[in-house]
């Protein structure tokens, strides 16, 4: 089914006529399009035409012998071809489209050629069904229940047929960039986001972080307790010891006292108690400990008040190993450290852990509009927030920076920058420089040096991305406007650096809320928007949006302490809706 002259997915429609092919396109085209679909039309007419008019300077022209005639204004331009000798073949018009402006190709006609092809068919009609001969049928519009195996699609439903095209457009083989191409189709998130993680390596080298640098540090081996924590049965409160076989007298001698870091020495008989505070171990024979609250001391004899509490045997005593045992797993290889992490470290006497090294970042910044902040602002050029945000980011992760500073717009500049971040970091990340119309100059220098995608995703905000390998080295070229970076970022970048860590099981939080207002979105695009979520007095998680959604407003980003995540199945989220929400909280 392939089409040798054409590099994009190329989609046709079959039908007899009076099905109503081109009002269905009429409709469908647009809402396409506003999914962020360039489309190039080809159409086969089975009369003689011409788009021309008789008088106009063109049309005389081409009746005077010219065979081809190419005219052009400032909004288009049109070439049209004499082929008196024969009609040309679908596979020679595709070669004609200038297909650096197209996402999808979509046909009307030539419906026996073999490329892919939707049917569309009205039960009124009553045709014979055009799929159970044409082996490149790939689905069904109709209005009716087919007898087959095709997916089957209400012919009545433009967003559903939308949809679908959405979806068969991601698993195309054509969808996909290749190294050495630039790809104006358009990647789904979680296409994107798999791509990227397959080609990240896992870490294989590390070393040994004494405790205190511990936190954020990703263990590279397993950690297994070398002793009992606690190490011995202690009291979990001050109080009086006793023996669980001896709780019905009226009244204990007080034997002695035991404070945290020190014991009693000698077992305790029955009629015996011990003075005893909060850590301090249980003297042998001894299993409960009564709260000082309930005692009454008389002299060097205590009683109990049961009226405050009936004792429990074994009440208030922890037993030794009760929280670890010797010889347990506590941690394993792949666990990112925490504060408490790095606390129980220290509780089962560890002053150090072997853990993979940190990974050192480059970033820069492009473009001759950027300056730096503290400098005098000056006309047409924005200061360089993009650079600052992301390195706070990898900070968060644990990142080592090689901040490379503003590039600018030169093919040497460029080339001298990547060439030090290749041979001195683990990672390379670069904003401003990777949509559509930037990406010809940029990737004759990535070109030179590694093989990079570059990527059109289907989100907001986002969109362009480059991902690829630098030598060895990954190289993320996020988009240029400051909330897009940080959406990308976090959609991205921030995986494939856990992964390039060695934190083998993290996934980012994922609630549902309801939303108090409608979320903007559309339809086969994965739509961000900034919001605000809280718990409303029934429990029940609520979100709104922080405001205007532009691209270039960082404030509605500092607000935010979620991201509302509407998938590409979804049309719109009215109030009252379920949406998903990113929690921001130690991810920014």
Known sequence: ?????????????????????????????????????????????????????????????????ASQMLISSRNRNALMTETPEEEHTLNQLLSRLDQNRADLVLVEGFKHESFPKIELRRDELAKQWLHKEDKNIIAIACDSHPDSDLPTLDINDVSAICGFILRWMEGHKAQTATCDSLSPTMLSVDAGRAKILTAIDEPTSSEVHPLESLSGRVLSEDVIAPVNVPSSTNSAMDGFAIRSDDLERDSYQIV?????????GIPLQKGECVRIMTGAPVPEGADTVVMREQAAMDGDLVMFDTRKGAIRPGQNVRQAGEDLKKGAAVFNAGTRLNAASVGMMASLGFNQAKCYKPLTAALFSTGDEVQAPGTLAKESCIYDANRFTVRSMLENLGCRILDLGIIEDSEQALTNTLATAMEKADVVISSGGVSVGDADYIKNVLDALGDINFWRVNMRPGRPLAFGKLGNTPFFGLPGNPVAVMVTFLQFVEPAIRKMQGDANWQPQLFSAVTQEKIRSRLGRTEYTRGIYSISANGQIEVRSTGSQGSGILRSMHEANCLIEVSPEVESAEVGDRVSIIPLVSRL
């Open 1 to 65: 089914m392939s089409l040798s002259n054409c590099s994009l997915p190329v989609l046709g429609f079959a039908a007899f006529s009076g099905t109503g092919k081109t009002t269905l396109l009429e409709k469908l085209i647009p809402q396409l399009v506003e999914s962020g679909v360039r489309i190039a039309m080809v159409k086969h007419a089975h009369h003689e035409f011409d788009v021309d008019k008789p008088g106009k300077d063109s049309y005389r022209l081409r009746k005077a012998g």
């Open 256 to 264: 002695g006292e035991i404070y945290a870091g020190h014991g009693l």
